[in-house]
């Protein structure tokens, strides 16, 4: 199981992500002090970093062909977990009127965070098996959209859009990449949107509650809807150029919900102004393009399944945190979506971590002597 | 489109090469697109802070948001009279505020007994409201409630009652997952259904608040009510002093803005003082509350007695202090139902008027002063010859002076007058402050008038010597004139506010000597002689002059013989310690001397004079000095 590249982890890259975590665990702490004032969510987080960065540098020590390897059963284990949140309470744990969390005691863990990671290995080892099917014709664009029905009915019941739409893009992204038609890949889309469209125009209500976000003028909207965005904005206007100060904010206090998770972007915003969030959006992009670049590097060394990996990987984080930061910034309406590294949050933070961890791995993998690169996949 | 052509050509080694290169650029574009997002965001962030949130800008939206504002109101201050009894106050009450929306009907019983007020009308108030759309959730049902109100113990023992309610709940269903999914993408939008279990717990009551109330109170009630003035719905003051005074009275409400902080360290409120929390002033007056009682029963019987339109007196130390100040009609303040303007007419301080007979002395003194006449009992005055269009009468030929006060003799006050200078009198007239004003109250005061005297005719000068003409008055300037047979000739001025630390200016008007010996004169005008004589108390010097006035309505005198009847007088006569004046208008119903069934015309000598008996017998009696 386990074996050696050879090689160091990129001093670079590991680094941004060490400093991206504690960043967010600093930061994560301050936007929850507002709500729990007290200690508990700090240990608890750093509990879970301490817990997901052990994982991660057991996963360097282990090849990208054992995940190859054992893509099928891990995906099918996601399956099965995604299910078992259905079960009564006791071990599905329901919170906010949703349904995502199975109970283990200690914690609550998210199978819909697990899924994501497993929906791409998965996917990257379907699509080499699949290869000539993919490429050819539409029966390989079929059986891919059969997989990630598969997951998203399961997510979509446990009401977690934002999971579902991650999962369902960064599928079909991948699929794109690994060289799908782009004709009967554009078919097929504009197929779903076209159906999306007709239901949505002709019910007023329904266009009306999806476009009123762009349409309406924010200040004049007092709807609760949009109060979360108005709050986010107010509060990175506040912290103008070099924000109030770690911990000065006043936004989390009563005005600003979720300051912990979905908003902790418009936190840092205040506390720590336009350049904090610049810092953090420097590092993102540092660690999604240093990532392209790896899949891409794999890709030369005709690695395939790393390649799709890396790329899954880092089309997943770009999405997330693509979102979450237009979330933030008042360009979207609000939605659940954590910003992954930063967020409070323990399955979210874990999977993050491991899902780096590989990236990490194959960059290793690409630096290996021509000798090991031969067992590499 | 060169993809298509590469990809659907069949499969080689060299084929599968340049396949690979298209997955690179795919990858590629994927990567660009996200850089691409990232540009975006960047210039988002950096724009972000010149946002305009509607009128005003984004940054100044959250700095407003996180202040508040508090109120903090001013405590209205109290007025007191000279021994610091209270004349105006606040009380603090309770109010009882009811939130139908939360109220059990099961309570409404036991609701109704407490707040001792009929079940079937509680339960009417609290249907009414609740079919309205807006303020449904708040319900006045008592007010003004004292703290020792039994209500209010009442309300206390039934929030700690328990008792069984049961009612229907309604619990929506529970949905299944899936239809929960579709509800979620919107495809299902069937409402979910309810049951409704009938739900039965001990409760106590609900929506019962109780509220703290002030309310400005007037211990004295009516006999203050025209020179307190009340405040009004804004808690303002109107008329009287209250409105007068308002500024010192009312403070200033205060406003601090507290702005909401944190630091590292701890969240905090930074209080921003915007307007400084000023209470009000109390405010004491020379009125003493018990001259003030005396002399208004004194004045109300009079009126009624009467039947005179309105009556007022006023009462002063020989210093210039006003003691009493009182008007009829008044209402009581505290009876919110009730308004009259004209019942809060401060007559004495705004009404000008002719002060008629009661003048009479100062022309005797003026003229004893200038040494034109003697005053003894042995100088008569020839009142046989008519001057002006005033004739004498067959009943006096000659008098002297005491006399002519006694009886009021207009012939002869004119036949000493003819004596004098119209410059003298005019000098005079004006050091005793007729035509100026007193300063007291400014807004509500009617200072008079007195010509000057190269305007005057000769029928103007006759007319002055016994208070008409030339010349109009308000009571409390008459009153003050008295004032020198208190201050052997000289003239203090008139004080309402109690006020320790102003200098005492008095101007001299008449030589001591002058005025002893008329003073000693007026003293026999309260005599079985004078025409004063009903306003003899037994065991007392009473010195005084009584007064008639035509009335002047709409601006002629009145035909139908409205008189305006005056008594100014002053007690004990040698070292006189209250000065009276009272006026009583177009009294119509009076009496004569000898049978109290006997109707006569209306005079100064039996309505106004016995009115300042009545008020002046209670003062003498309490006090112990005299």
């Not at chain 1, 967010?24 to 729990?36: N, Q, R």
């Not at chain 1, 206007?237 to 300051?259: F, N, V």
């Not at chain 2, 009417?124 to 409630?145: T, V």
């Not at chain 2, 702005?259 to 360290?265: A, G």
Request: aromatic share 10%; glycine share 6%.
């Amino acid at each position: 199981m386990f074996e050696k590249t050879g090689q160091y982890p990129n001093k670079n890259l590991l680094t941004t992500i060490l400093v991206l975590i504690i960043f967010g665990w600093i930061l994560s702490f301050s936007a929850s002090l507002a709500h729990f004032n007290s200690y508990a969510y700090f240990i608890k987080q750093g509990f879970f970093i301490i817990l997901g960065i052990s994982i991660g540098f057991s996963i360097l020590k282990i090849p990208i062909s054992f995940f190859k390897k054992y893509s099928v059963w891990f995906f099918g284990l996601s399956l099965v977990l995604l299910a078992l949140v259905f079960l009564p309470s006791p071990i599905g744990h329901e919170a906010n009127g949703s349904r995502r969390w199975i109970n283990f005691v200690v914690f609550k863990f998210q199978p819909s965070e697990m899924m994501k990671l497993a929906m791409i290995l998965f996917m990257a080892g379907f699509l080499i098996r699949q290869e000539k099917q993919v490429t050819n014709s539409l029966k390989g664009l079929g059986k891919t959209l059969l997989i990630v029905a598969s997951s998203a009915i399961l997510t979509m019941l446990e009401t977690d859009f934002g999971a579902t739409i991650i999962i369902t893009i960064t599928a079909l992204s991948m699929l794109f990449v690994a060289g799908t038609f782009i004709k009967e890949l554009i078919i097929t889309i504009a197929t779903i949107l076209i159906a999306a469209v007709v239901y949505i125009w002709f019910d007023s209500v329904r266009s009306k509650r999806l476009f009123e976000f762009w349409q309406t003028n924010l200040w004049l909207n007092d709807s609760d809807k949009v109060h979360q965005t108005k709050q986010a904005l107010i509060g990175i206007a506040r912290g103008d150029w070099s924000g109030t100060g770690l911990g000065a904010g006043i936004q989390k206090y009563t005005k600003l919900p979720e300051p912990h998770t979905d908003m902790v972007f418009a936190i840092i915003g205040e506390e720590l102004g336009i350049i904090g969030m610049l810092f953090v959006l420097f590092c993102f992009t540092y660690i999604i393009g240093k990532g392209f670049d790896i899949g891409r590097e794999a890709l030369k060394h005709g690695r395939k399944y790393s390649s799709y990996v890396a790329f899954g990987v880092c089309s997943w984080f770009a999405m997330q945190t693509g979102v979450n930061i237009a979330m933030n910034l008042g360009l979207m309406p609000i939605k659940g979506f954590t910003l992954p590294l930063i967020s409070y949050g323990g399955s979210s933070l874990i999977f993050s971590i491991i899902a780096l961890a590989l990236i990490l791995r194959i960059d290793m993998e690409n630096r290996a002597t021509y000798n090991k690169q031969q067992n590499y996949v | 489109m060169s993809t298509q052509q590469t990809t659907k050509a069949p499969r080689s080694s060299s084929i599968f090469l340049s396949r690979m290169q298209n997955y690179w650029y795919r990858q590629g574009f994927v990567k660009y697109i996200f850089m691409l997002l990232i540009l975006g965001f960047i210039f988002r962030i950096i724009t972000i802070h010149a946002l305009d949130a509607g009128v005003i800008s984004l940054q100044e939206k959250g700095n407003k948001q996180a202040a508040y504002t508090v109120q903090s109101k001013a405590r209205r201050g109290n007025i007191l009279d000279r021994n610091n009894q209270v004349l105006a106050s606040n009380l603090i009450l309770k109010k009882v505020n009811l939130d139908p929306t939360q109220v059990q009907s099961a309570f409404i019983p036991k609701l109704s007994q407490a707040l001792r007020m009929p079940e079937t009308e509680l339960r009417q108030a609290i249907e009414k409201k609740l079919a309205k759309k807006a303020g449904r959730k708040y319900l006045l049902i008592k007010k003004n409630l004292r703290l020792t109100d039994p209500i209010l113990d009442n309300l206390k023992k039934l929030k700690q009652q328990k008792i069984k309610i049961c009612k229907t709940k309604s619990i929506k269903n529970k949905l299944s997952l899936f239809d929960k999914a579709l509800q979620f993408i919107k495809l299902n939008t069937q409402q979910r259904g309810h049951h409704n279990p009938k739900i039965c717990q001990k409760e106590t009551i609900k929506g019962v608040a109780l509220q703290s109330d002030s309310q400005r109170y007037y211990p004295k009630s009516a006999s203050l009510a025209p020179l307190l003035g009340r405040i009004n719905r804004n808690r303002q003051g109107v008329f009287g002093i209250e409105g007068e005074f308002e500024p010192v009275l009312a403070g200033k409400n205060g406003k601090t803005q507290l702005n909401f902080d944190q630091t590292s360290v701890g969240s905090y409120f930074n209080p921003v003082v915007i307007n400084k929390l000023k209470h009000g002033q109390n405010i004491v007056l020379t009125i003493d509350a018990n001259v003030q009682f005396y002399t208004y029963e004194a004045i109300k019987q009079a009126v009624e007695k009467h039947q005179a339109d309105s009556g007022s007196a006023i009462v002063l130390a020989p210093n210039g202090e006003i003691l009493a100040m009182v008007n009829y009609p008044a209402d009581d303040p505290n009876n919110k139902r009730t308004y009259d303007a004209q019942h809060y007419r401060n007559r004495v301080l705004s009404d000008k008027l002719e002060p008629g007979s009661t003048m009479k002395p100062f022309t005797l003194l003026l003229a004893l002063d200038k040494n034109k006449i003697t005053a003894a009992d042995n100088e008569y005055i020839d009142t046989s010859k008519p001057i002006g269009h005033i004739k004498p009468d067959s009943k006096y030929k000659q008098m002297n002076t005491r006399k002519i006060l006694q009886k009021s003799h207009n012939l002869g006050t004119v036949n000493i007058v003819e004596r004098l200078s119209k410059e003298d009198l005019y000098n005079t007239w004006h050091k005793l402050g007729f035509g100026q004003p007193l300063g007291l109250m400014p807004s509500i005061e009617n200072s008079g008038s007195l010509k000057y005297f190269n305007t005057w005719s000769l029928a103007d000068k006759h007319a002055l010597s016994f208070g008409h003409g030339p010349m109009e008055a308000n009571l409390a300037q008459l009153a003050r004139s008295y004032l020198v047979f208190a201050n052997a000739g000289n003239l203090p001025s008139l004080k309402l506010i109690k006020n320790t630390s102003i200098n005492e200016t008095t101007t001299r008007v008449f030589s001591q000597r002058s005025t002893a010996k008329i003073a000693q004169l007026l003293d026999s005008v309260v005599s079985d002689e004078g025409s004063g004589y009903r306003a003899q108390i037994k065991g007392y010097n009473i010195a005084g002059k009584t007064g008639t006035a035509e009335m002047v309505v709409d601006g002629v005198y009145n035909k139908d013989g409205a008189k305006r009847t005056f008594f100014v007088g002053f007690v004990p006569t040698q070292k006189p310690k209250y000065i009276m004046a009272v006026r009583l208008d177009y009294p119509k119903k009076c009496y004569t001397a000898w049978d109290a069934t006997l109707k006569s015309k209306c005079q100064g000598s039996n309505s106004a004079a016995m009115a300042f008996k009545d008020a002046m017998k209670p003062i003498l009696a309490t006090d112990e000095s005299i």
